[in-house]
């Protein structure tokens, strides 16, 4: 009986040691990178959403054809962003026809999923938000 359960308590400071293992090695949020939406291009464009988030918690989230500054909150697994308000003015620098009414709406849904994220993981290489509506964003490479 003695032995069981030494061998029980072995395997539960096992089990114990590689979670605390696994917190341990997990990576921390990508702070001063431009995370790119893993998501089909919205043509003519060719312009992606991205999230750049500084460390202070300022950030800023270029979408499909407008751009909004934001503040985001990171606590462990969880995440809070509140976006400014989207521009009513589209910007200059967009070639005649980028800013179609289907990117201009996708520049709503994509702030409106954005603002309801709650917690975000590291999954295959990609940042994870999670909410209502999930997101997969991955450090862009150029």
């Keep these: 009986m003695a ?3 030494l061998v029980s308590g072995a395997i539960a400071a096992v089990v114990l040691l590689l979670i605390s293992g696994a917190r341990v090695a997990a990576q921390p949020f ?3 990178q431009e995370l790119l939406l893993d998501a089909e291009p919205i043509r003519p464009g060719k312009r992606m959403p ?28 969880g995440i809070r962003i509140e976006a400014g308000a989207l521009p009513e003015d589209l910007p200059a ?6 800013c179609t009414p289907e990117r ?6 994509i702030l409106s999923a954005l603002s309801q994220v709650t ?15 999930m997101l997969k964003f991955r450090s862009a490479t150029n």
């Design 119 to 133: 917690t975000w993981r590291w999954q295959d290489g990609a940042i994870v938000l999670a909410g209502p509506t």
């Design 50 to 77: 991205i999230l750049m988030v500084e460390p202070n918690g300022n950030a800023k989230i270029d979408l499909w054809c407008r751009s909004v500054p934001a503040r985001v909150e990171i606590s462990g697994d």
């Design 3 to 5: 032995s069981r359960s």
């Design 30 to 32: 990508p702070f001063d």
């Design 104 to 109: 201009i709406q996708a520049d709503e849904q």
């Design 93 to 98: 620098m967009q070639g005649a026809g980028q």
